[in-house]
């Protein structure tokens, strides 16, 4: 019986390693992609913290849809065609940036697009609005 379950585990050890061997976007490979700015990631406490604090500006980058749900207190919709004319006049303001949850990026790369226009205290949470509203924190309706 233990000769067969360890074969058993060898062979599901085999066809695991060799399906990761496999896998890919099929394409050539080719450099991870280098950004210019490093991305200051926020735990949703310290952005609990923020909200508390005041003076920061939080974007919710989510579809209009899941906006709809409810998003965390004072943020802006940012999901728009015209989205540089909600940014901040100082380029110094503190803004947290946020989507659905870690497998969405859109809040990374609308943190990491705004960081290249020269703001300074950009940061992003990327657990999102499942993580914050999963933790029972507290949220607003349109």
């Not at 394409?27 to 991305?39: D, G, K």
């Not at 940036?97 to 990026?105: D, E, M, Q, T, V």
Request: include cysteine; proline fraction near 5%.
């Amino acid at each position: 019986m233990k000769k067969a379950l360890g074969q058993i585990l060898v062979t599901l050890t085999l066809v695991a390693s060799s399906a990761n061997c496999l896998a890919g976007g099929g394409s050539e490979m080719a450099p991870a992609p280098r950004y210019e700015h490093q991305l200051n990631t926020i735990t949703m406490r310290e952005a609990e913290m923020l909200l508390e604090q005041g003076g920061v500006t939080f974007f919710d980058v989510n579809t209009l849809e899941l906006w709809a749900e409810g998003y965390i207190p004072g943020a802006i919709y940012f999901n728009i065609q015209d989205w540089r004319t909600l940014l901040p006049e100082k380029k110094d303001t503190p803004m947290v940036f946020y989507c659905a949850n870690r497998i969405c990026n859109a809040s990374e790369i609308a943190a990491r697009a705004v960081m290249k226009m020269g703001y300074t205290d950009v940061k992003q949470m990327p657990d999102g609005i499942y993580g914050w509203r999963l933790s029972n924190r507290v949220i607003e309706k349109p």
